[in-house]
């Protein structure tokens, strides 16, 4: 993860065991919204259920049209400032973060677990993908 030699496991530094990754199309002014804490909202490639207590590292890319990835007006992720505070992203454009510290964890998300993708495009709407891996 982002340079970050990682092993699998839980409840540990330089630990991650869940990966979550999604293809998404948005219509016109639509939402998908994620939460990381909502065990049996997301499910990851095996079919798990995502339950994070950390988040180590995530990535969005903006594939078609214009997307903002958005802090929700409660519970937003730790790398929000405010509910106001968005990363607007147009086709091409990728934003990311490796969020694992010199002591090996990531960003706590036991309550904060939320944020959402928006399309900003209209029309024709938006395609996007996104990525995460986590530890519980």
């Known amino acids: 993860v982002g340079g970050h030699a990682t092993t699998q496991g839980s409840g540990a530094a330089n630990v991650a065991e869940r990966v979550y990754h999604k293809s ?12 990381t804490l909502a065990a049996g909202v997301l499910v990851d490639a095996h079919g798990q259920t995502i339950d994070l207590d950390e988040l180590k590292m995530i990535s969005v890319k903006c ?3 214009a997307i903002k990835i958005d802090a929700p007006a409660a519970n937003f992720m730790g790398f929000f400032g405010t ?4 990363i607007p992203l147009r086709a091409g454009q990728v934003w990311g973060l490796d969020l694992i510290g010199t002591d090996g964890l ?3 998300v036991t309550v904060n677990s939320k944020f959402d993708i928006i399309d900003t495009f209209g029309g024709a709407g938006s395609t996007y993908e996104v990525e995460f891996v986590g530890s519980t």
């Open 63 to 65: 594939l078609t049209g």
């Open 83 to 86: 509910a106001t505070d968005f």
């Open 106 to 108: 990531g960003l706590d």
């Open 24 to 35: 998404g199309t948005l219509a016109a002014a639509a939402t998908d919204s994620f939460n």
